[in-house]
């Protein structure tokens, strides 16, 4: 019998390997992923067992070999022959967007028939993940997106996925995702689903269901991995550490060393430099800095109440962060006053919004959204600065409140540019708001500037389309 441990295996684990899509709308999940697979090859190498094996391929266009539709460096075929030369269970971390065709999927389903002799079968592990889909977290289920921003949408007939995953016994990995009826067995459910939504799309007349975890534990056997905590759930609302708190992404040798992994790679993701140095960065005549913080008033009153008792809830540790990045903001400006008392170059603003509730409706436009089109139109700024966390109410922290329609409506006739800096510790830049910065001819600060973690393609530049009122 295997050991589901780092210690003492009695049998030789599969290998392991992993495909990463690089592809803009995958965001924060690249530089996440990057650290924690060097983290986690340095735990395997401490105890003698062989690196997982990793590729990266922007895309995931897939056709049969030699394909002129579809070429060999946009052919995601062609590097999962290259994987399944050593690997013998490839985890594709994707959003699934590309060009694919059943030829395509034929020629993966080929190759995961082709087992050497002497090996395990080849498994195919789809986690199908991208950032606007976590930020979205069960918000979907009320507002789907669009078909084309969903590939595995029931309405999309991805049945073709799940079939192909199937041979071996693979998996499709997907948080508030709803598989076909007749294909579940091929979908790595949760521990457990308290949403009544979810459930009842699903066919379930309860608040929470529980489901069997064999998939996990086949999974550690065969791996000597876990590839997700004991009882654990989908997220909810998206902020970065909560994400760290409540999800796995990459499979760990153990709890403890689970725990240490996120530690470490929580504390770099949330590096940045200082709020000065993104200013110097900033090419312009007069720059309007923004800070623009949102929060629920009798939350941060408890935790004020906390004094020196320890943090312990994702909530507590929001308020947390929040209080020593206000800090942080307030000491630039004190900082900066007191370097130039008279400086015209900068505009600073500091727009604090306390709530009465989390399902407060958010203002609109909001004092946020005002005090960027004042510095825009009235005071004649040529950029602005808006470090912010993004949340004014509408849902629990991580709902992203600002109106992005009315925020290239408050800069673009002035032709202001726009840059946001989000710490991590808030979240992540929403694409339709990166992509909207980049229109202006401004951009988004994400990290360190020197982190080549962060190196990816970036989306295209793009104001955000205005809602058509119904007649």
């Not at 989908?234 to 409540?246: E, I, K, V």
């Not at 709530?355 to 139109?377: L, N, Y």
């Not at 992005?404 to 808030?426: H, K, M, N, Q, S």
């Not at 980049?438 to 970036?458: N, Q, T």
Request: proline content about 7%.
């Amino acid at each position: 019998m295997m050991a589901t441990g780092l210690v003492g295996q009695e049998a030789t684990p599969a290998q392991l390997g992993v495909l990463l899509d690089v592809s803009a709308e995958m965001g924060f999940l690249v530089p996440q992923v990057r650290k924690e697979l060097r983290i986690l090859n340095r735990q395997l190498a401490e105890v003698g067992r062989p690196p997982v094996i990793v590729k990266e391929m922007e895309g995931a266009s897939l056709d049969q070999e030699a394909s002129t539709a579809v070429g060999a460096r946009r052919n995601v075929l062609y590097r999962l022959k290259a994987l399944y030369e050593t690997a013998d269970t490839v985890l594709w971390i994707t959003s699934l967007r590309g060009e694919q065709s059943p030829r395509g999927i034929f020629a993966v389903e080929t190759l995961l028939g082709e087992t050497p002799e002497e090996r395990p079968t080849r498994q195919l592990l789809i986690r199908n993940v991208w950032q606007d889909q976590v930020l979205a977290g069960p918000s979907w289920l009320i507002r789907p997106p669009s078909l084309n921003s969903d590939p595995l949408d029931l309405r999309n007939r991805p049945e073709e996925w799940y079939r192909l995953v199937g041979v071996g016994g693979g998996l499709i990995l997907r948080s508030w995702q709803l598989p076909p009826q007749d294909l579940r067995g091929s979908f790595g459910f949760p521990y457990r689903i308290g949403s009544r939504d979810y459930l009842k799309r699903a066919g379930y007349e309860s608040a929470e269901a529980f489901f069997d975890q064999k998939w996990s534990q086949e999974l550690t056997a065969r791996h000597g991995l876990r590839f997700q905590r004991e009882k654990e759930e989908w997220p909810g609302s998206f902020t970065g550490r909560r994400w760290f708190l409540d999800s796995t992404l990459l499979p760990f040798p153990d709890e403890d060393k689970r725990v240490q992994r996120n530690a470490e790679v929580l504390e770099d993701m949330c590096g940045r430099q200082s709020i000065e140095l993104d200013l110097s960065s900033i090419e312009s005549e007069k720059l309007g800095v923004v800070f623009g913080i949102g929060y629920v008033d009798r939350d941060l009153k408890h935790f004020q109440a906390l004094k020196d008792k320890p943090v312990r809830s994702w909530r507590d540790w929001y308020l947390a962060d929040l209080a020593r990045i206000g800090s942080e903001c307030a000491n630039h400006i004190a900082a900066a006053k007191l370097a130039d008392p008279n400086s015209t170059h900068r505009i600073y603003s500091t727009e604090a919004v306390a709530i009465d509730t989390k399902g407060q409706k958010p203002e609109v436009p909001g004092p946020v959204i005002r005090r960027v089109a004042e510095m825009a139109r009235e005071e004649r700024t040529d950029a602005i600065y808006l470090f912010t966390n993004g949340y004014f109410g509408g849902g629990d922290y991580g709902t992203w409140s600002l109106d992005f329609p009315l925020l290239a409506l408050a800069i673009r006739e002035a032709g202001t540019r726009l840059y946001v800096r989000i710490p991590f510790e808030f979240g992540a830049v929403p694409t339709e708001l990166a992509r909207l910065a980049m229109a202006s001819g401004g951009g988004v600060f994400r990290g360190r500037i020197s982190d080549p973690d962060w190196e990816m393609p970036l989306a295209p530049p793009a104001w955000p389309e205005v809602p058509v009122a119904e007649p």
